[in-house]
């Protein structure tokens, strides 16, 4: 699959950051569920929407340079930290705000929280 | 600190270190994920595997990292989910009866110890306990 669409994520009630733009490219196609019990419904409408291929981050690893986003189910510590570092596009379940040592990476452009599935629309 | 009356809800032992879990330590945080868990975690983890995850832990209980023995003031509500589903604990050295953040377990302020390999963690709760069986 070559043509990937674009998903515009915006933040949900409580939430902070945002809007992201996620467009999946043929170098960056994977859609990151870094989250427990399995592939995320957010990751899989991400997927859905714009071509991209969903996969569990905790049952296989991928390298960053391929992920178009991260899907996290993050308390505020650490996975809220880690893949905007690495200047991944980060997508929190939970209706987190910047917070702990990383936060200063945590940044508007990067990072979108408090996300359901309905917040997830086609650009 | 453990009596007879004590259960262990969850028991593991750390299996790696990570290269930036001292430098956390430092900001009152220690962080646990689960041996397995994606590579990019690694460097800020205290990866683990566990022997017993019977349940999360609850105020009142006693998180024992290496030799040091703590009570928890206060749970976030997606740390049990955490835990059990990813092996992932925030411990914070807060002192805050309240969660700040819904995955923080928040202990007394002060040092937390960097653990090494072969150290157990593991989280008790004594039989007397609001909320045990």
Redesign the interface.
């Known amino acids: 699959m070559s043509d990937y669409k674009s998903v515009t994520v915006s933040k949900g009630r409580g939430g902070w950051g945002g809007p992201l733009t996620i467009t999946p490219t043929s170098e960056k196609p994977l859609i990151a569920s870094?989250t427990?019990?399995g592939i995320h419904p957010v990751a899989q409408r991400i997927a859905e929407l714009t071509g991209g291929e969903a996969f569990d981050?905790?049952k296989s690893?991928a390298p960053?340079d391929k992920i178009a986003v991260a899907v996290i189910?993050?308390?505020?510590?650490?996975?809220v930290g880690?893949?905007p570092m690495?200047k991944v596009k980060t997508v929190d379940i939970?209706a987190?705000s910047p917070?702990?040592?990383?936060a200063q990476f945590i940044t508007e452009d990067l990072f979108v929280s408090g996300v359901k599935t309905e917040d997830v629309q086609e650009s | 600190m453990t009596s007879p009356a004590t259960t262990t809800v969850y028991e593991s032992v750390v299996t790696q270190v990570g290269e930036q879990v001292e430098?956390?330590l430092a900001?009152g945080?220690l962080?646990f994920?689960a041996d397995?868990?994606?590579?990019?975690?690694h460097d800020?983890?205290v990866l683990h595997t566990a022997s017993t995850a019977v349940d999360g832990p609850r105020p009142g209980d006693t998180v024992h990292v290496g030799d040091t023995s703590l009570e928890v003031l206060a749970v976030?509500?997606?740390?049990g989910?955490?835990l059990l589903?990813?092996g992932?604990l925030?411990l914070?050295a807060d002192g805050r009866s309240q969660a700040?953040?819904?995955?923080?377990v928040c202990v007394r302020k002060g040092d937390l110890p960097l653990l090494a390999v072969g150290d157990t963690f593991r989280i008790t709760r004594s039989a007397g306990e609001e909320g045990s069986p």
Not at chain 1, 73 to 79: I, M, V
Not at chain 1, 99 to 102: D, E, I, Y
Not at chain 2, 76 to 79: C, Q
């Open positions: 870094i427990g019990g981050g905790f690893s960053f189910d993050c308390g505020g510590t650490a996975r880690v893949y690495k939970h987190t917070a702990g040592p990383l | 430098a956390f900001h945080l962080i994920f397995g868990s994606p590579a990019e975690l800020i983890s976030g509500d997606v740390v989910d955490n589903n990813l992932h925030d914070k700040k953040l819904p995955g923080d």
